[in-house]
């Protein structure tokens, strides 16, 4: 099955608007997948190397509507995280660069945009909607999951994610 209809069906799965009460707890044990992917510039991302710093790993796709709406807030949670050690690592979910490159240049994304051309991120993450978010903590283990979109500039996202240690 094509990978885009395939993410399509997880978008029409009803995937609506999320609240950070929808955050998910990640048991502890539960091992961080690898994640070593490069950007539109061709520089290489190693999770492991922002150890140390909170990091929202983000799966999305152009097509994804809430993807597209949510993108402007996480610009803003950027700003509101203040001098909090924080990243956010959007990873697209195996589309072309020249249509990531269009949605970046209407969007405007403050972070790096992570390119999985052949999947293998999205199976080793377990990802199965657009979007899927982890937030890794500073010892580099996944702390909290939601799947679907989300205003990240909420107050109460902001205070949750500046409480992680």
Same mark, same amino acid.
């Given at each position: ?26 048991? $502890? ?31 999305? $796709? ?67 909607? $657009? ?35």
């Amino acid at each position: 099955m094509n990978k885009k209809l395939l993410l399509i069906i997880f978008l029409l799965a009803g995937i609506g608007a999320v609240h950070a009460s929808n955050l998910q707890a990640v048991d $502890a044990s539960t091992i961080t997948p690898a994640l070593k992917l490069r950007d539109l510039n061709g520089k290489e991302h190693d999770l492991s190397q922002y150890r140390g710093q909170i990091v929202l790993v983000q799966f999305w $796709a152009t097509y994804c509507t809430p993807c597209r709406k949510e993108m402007p807030s996480m610009n803003n949670l950027m700003k509101k995280m203040g001098k909090v050690p924080f990243r956010i690592l959007a990873v697209n979910m195996g589309e072309t660069d020249e249509e990531v490159k269009t949605f970046v240049k209407e969007v405007k994304p403050d972070f790096p945009i992570l390119m999985d051309p052949d999947g293998h991120s999205i199976t080793d993450w377990k990802v199965f909607a $657009a979007p899927s978010n982890f937030i890794v903590g500073p010892d580099g283990k996944v702390r909290y999951t939601l799947f679907g979109g989300v205003e990240w500039d909420s107050d109460e996202l902001v205070t949750t994610l500046k409480a992680i240690k």
